[in-house]
């Protein structure tokens, strides 16, 4: 049972030996809600469990593989609030991947709270570092701890039908009876280690991978390397290296050494290899940096998010620092800190006129220095919202000189007047603050660049006037050392795309509402598409939208705008979690518990969030997508309302067969014993005359191994600027179906060939699919 138990990676230190003991902590919600809860590392040394003191019942568990980070002291507004009663050496934070919440601890003593943090450090380190063999038998263990009701290291029949239903399985009892019985070798009536895996392989057997995988084996046992490699070459169209590859693939994913010793791939390796990244439908090279990251700033998608600060609603939501980190963490690059005047001469930052909470703009500054780089070497754009006194403007621009330092960029790249906007390459490690700025750039530079465009008409006539009366107001109301803050991010007033061509300032950016954008849209774009080309545009939401959902972004990027803001803070649409107790928390890509490959750390979910999401996914997560070549172009032709309106390529075939899921989860809140009767959409997001959506047939009472098998084929106009997202539902007779989960990625980053996305095993052949720019 031990090899079930543990990780063979885990060496049991006396640290951990004393977490399997148990402590004794209080669990902080609050400055009044303090309870002591006892925690205990489990046996597997991957789950940690947590028992109410009083009653002595299991509260909560969670696996390691949940937890992203352990943070030591004050490290929350939670324990902030409590930092007089209890000192920083007692207290952590365990932060958590996706939609669960921080849990914040206390210890009963400094040496107490290290055993826990630097235990927790060790583990989160082992299941960061596991193959996909040691994934899957984690998985396994995942699934034998939840069955494992009565906690004595075997599971009876009773157990395994109750783990059948918390599968999503519908299943004969007859046919699970024996499935049981061929399982228990030893005839005990129970299963235990090895036993159980029998049992498990059984349950997940997967017949449509099999049958390809006999397909390419001669002996139908094994693929020779020259048989891997005719797999290769035929189903996932690879051309180049293929028997390196094969090489490669066998060493990684063959389970059994004699197997690898004979370069040969077992159906175990194979279907291994088709759930690993290597066989993801997202194109590896492109989840690396791989885009020109030299071409000026307004060439790029920029990751954005809107009121940053708000981890709940518009209206009563909380502000929060977990709002920047959180969104840093995931490589957003342009934040809003909205700052209005505070007690004790100190700004504070809140969503104004509302009941939302607040917190220090000191602490904020602070945030993001410390985490604005851990994601991503490339530039963070602060969107000032500035409230606040003459007075305290003073204070915005020293706090942000003292804690930034080097950080804020205060000039321009070259100290000359730009000609274009600067590169991410050329703003690594730089922070860049859009506000308001008093006159014009070029008046606080020595002079203009070789090639600066020519000013003099500015200073004649009605428009020098016009220029004069606008720094007069801005002195009045603008703090002069907060305006030297603004560089290459001035706000401007949009006036229309004629003023902004005559004056061409590329240090400028105009803010538009969504209802703005889309009236330009309709109306100009062409212009528009131009305009975005040489310099950025900011699109913010309604301020109507006070639930804090989003505007879809797709139509904002088809113009070229960089900047389509949405609503960040914390709730995403994870369908499961530990609590519910219906899965395994720690599930691997081979067999995952829910459809979302990486967990939304923003406000609302929902296909817009799915959306930037999905966009933002490539070159690295760095925040930065490079635009096609022909949004670049300042002559472009290209207008997304009409796409015959420039000379491209002709239309992309797009053809996806959807063969088959594994192991869905239930709905959420679903009743006990129901089965979810699975369909997939995928739809078409991008230009107008591209966007779609097409389904398959619901599988009645299948969430375990449903079986589709059909194609969808789409025409693609603009495949540049598509995304193709996978949604699964619940099919539902009467009302509305309930979502499971969704994936999207863009067009571009697809790999063709026989591929998983995180629970559908789909072909994703598309032989007109033009290369990626570059």
Request: aromatic share 8%; net charge negative.
């Amino acid at each position: 049972m031990a090899s079930l138990l543990c990780n063979a990676r885990i060496q049991l230190t006396d640290t951990l030996e004393q977490m399997q003991q148990g402590t004794l902590m209080r669990k902080v919600k609050s400055k009044s809600w303090k309870k002591q809860r006892y925690f205990k590392l489990q046996d597997d040394c991957m789950t940690i469990w947590y028992q109410s003191k009083r009653t002595g019942k299991t509260e909560s568990a969670f696996s390691i593989s949940d937890v992203e980070t352990v943070r030591e002291g004050h490290q929350s507004e939670v324990l902030q609030s409590l930092a007089e009663e209890f000192p920083p050496e007692r207290c952590f934070t365990i932060v958590f991947y996706g939609r669960r919440g921080n849990l914040d601890l206390i210890a009963g003593s400094a040496e107490e709270a290290q055993c826990w943090v630097q235990g927790l450090r060790q583990l989160i380190e082992v299941a960061t570092s596991m193959d996909q063999r040691e994934k899957i038998d984690q998985w396994i263990r995942d699934w034998f701890q939840k069955a494992d009701k009565n906690k004595d290291g075997r599971m009876n029949f009773k157990e395994v039908q109750r783990l059948l239903k918390m599968m999503n399985v519908d299943m004969n009892e007859d046919h699970a009876l024996r499935l049981f019985q061929d399982a228990d070798k030893s005839e005990s009536g129970t299963l235990e280690g090895e036993e159980f895996v029998l049992f498990y392989k059984a349950l997940t057997q997967r017949e449509e991978v099999l049958s390809l995988f006999q397909d390419f084996s001669e002996d139908g046992k094994k693929l020779t390397l020259l048989e891997l490699v005719d797999f290769l070459q035929q189903e996932q169209l690879e051309h180049e290296g293929t028997e390196e590859l094969a090489m490669e693939l066998i060493d990684k994913y063959e389970p059994s050494e004699t197997a690898r010793a004979r370069h040969v791939l077992s159906a175990d390796g194979f279907l291994m290899y088709l759930c690993s990244p290597e066989g993801s439908i997202f194109n590896p090279r492109h989840q690396v940096l791989w885009q020109d990251m030299s071409q000026p700033l307004c060439h790029y998608f920029i990751s954005s998010s809107h009121n940053t600060y708000l981890i709940e609603d518009q209206i009563r939501g909380q502000s929060s620092i977990e709002g920047y980190i959180r969104a840093l963490k995931r490589g957003c690059r342009c934040l809003e800190v909205d700052c209005w005047d505070g007690p004790n001469g100190e700004p504070m930052v809140y969503h104004g006129h509302t009941f939302t909470s607040k917190i220090p703009f000191r602490e904020v500054v602070s945030t993001l220095g410390k985490y604005a780089f851990k994601t991503s070497d490339y530039p963070v754009i602060l969107s000032l919202e500035n409230h606040c006194s003459m007075e305290q403007q003073e204070v915005l621009a020293q706090q942000l000189k003292d804690i930034l330092g080097e950080q804020l960029l205060t000039t321009t790249t070259d100290g000359r007047v730009p000609t274009q906007l600067p590169s991410p390459e050329e703003l690594k490690h730089k922070i860049l603050l859009k506000g308001k700025k008093i006159g014009r750039l070029e008046d606080t530079l020595d002079g203009p660049g070789d090639e600066a465009p020519d000013v003099s008409d500015d200073d004649n006539g009605a428009e020098a006037e016009e220029e004069r009366r606008r720094v007069k107001k801005d002195k009045e109301s603008l703090a002069q050392a907060l305006s030297d803050c603004v560089v290459y991010c001035k706000s401007v007033s949009f006036r229309g795309f004629q003023e902004a061509r005559s004056h061409s300032r590329p240090s400028e950016i105009s803010s538009l509402s969504e209802a703005k954008a889309r009236k330009l849209i309709r109306d100009a774009g062409n212009e528009f598409v131009r305009h975005n080309a040489w310099q950025l545009t900011r699109i913010y939401p309604s301020g109507l939208r006070t639930d804090s959902s989003n505007y879809s972004p797709q139509e904002m990027w088809n113009v070229g705008c960089q900047i389509a803001l949405r609503l960040s803070g914390h709730g995403d649409r994870l369908v499961l979690s530990s609590k519910q107790g219906r899965v395994p928390p720690s599930c691997p890509e081979p067999f995952p518990c829910h459809l979302l490959p990486v967990a939304l750390n923003f406000q609302t979910a929902g296909t817009e969030m799915d959306l930037c999401d999905g966009l933002f996914s490539q070159n690295g997560r760095c925040g930065y997508v490079l635009k096609p070549p022909f949004m670049r172009d300042k002559d472009t032709l290209f207008n997304p309302s009409d796409p015959d309106s420039w000379e491209g390529p002709g239309p992309t075939t797009l053809t996806i067969q959807v063969i088959s899921g594994q192991q869905l989860p239930k709905v959420a809140n679903s009743k006990d014993g129901a089965i979810i009767d699975p369909l997939v959409r995928v739809e078409i997001h991008g230009v107008p005359a591209d966007q779609a959506h097409q389904e398959t047939k619901y599988i009645e009472n299948n969430g375990f191994n449903p079986r589709w098998d059909e194609t969808l084929q789409f025409q693609l106009h603009v495949p540049e600027l598509a995304l193709v997202r996978f949604v699964v539902e619940d099919y539902d007779k009467t009302s509305r179906n309930d979502f499971v989960g969704q994936f999207t990625l863009a067009f571009a980053n697809i790999k063709p060939g026989r591929h998983q996305h995180p629970t559908l095993f789909a072909l994703c052949p598309h032989p007109h699919h033009r290369a990626a720019w570059p």
